[in-house]
């Protein structure tokens, strides 16, 4: 019996997973989705220098790498 791989998840499956790290640092419900084994969290142009502030940044890399990913990004959409 070959053994298959998981599929991997799909859109609203991630942004389902990210959603209480964006609700408990008070932040929208952004679209995550994956591409080439990095996560990219799309967001508006006007959101993204309160993405990048370090205590909110932190801990959306250390959520990002925690799954498994090697990069963390933003998409500007």
């Known amino acids: 019996m070959a ?3 998981p599929l991997p998840p799909t859109d609203a499956e991630l942004t389902t997973a990210w959603a209480p790290v964006f609700q408990a640092l008070g932040l929208p419900l952004y679209r995550v989705r994956v591409e080439e084994g990095m ?3 799309e ?3 006007e959101d ?3 993405l990048l502030a370090p205590e909110i ?3 959306l ?3 990002g ?3 498994g990913y ?8």
């Open 39 to 41: 996560v990219c969290i």
């Open 3 to 5: 053994s298959e791989k």
């Open 57 to 59: 940044r932190t801990v």
């Open 61 to 63: 890399v250390a959520h």
């Open 43 to 45: 967001a508006p142009a």
């Open 70 to 77: 090697r990069f963390v990004t933003l998409d500007l959409g």
């Open 65 to 67: 790498k925690a799954l």
């Open 48 to 50: 993204i220098a309160r």
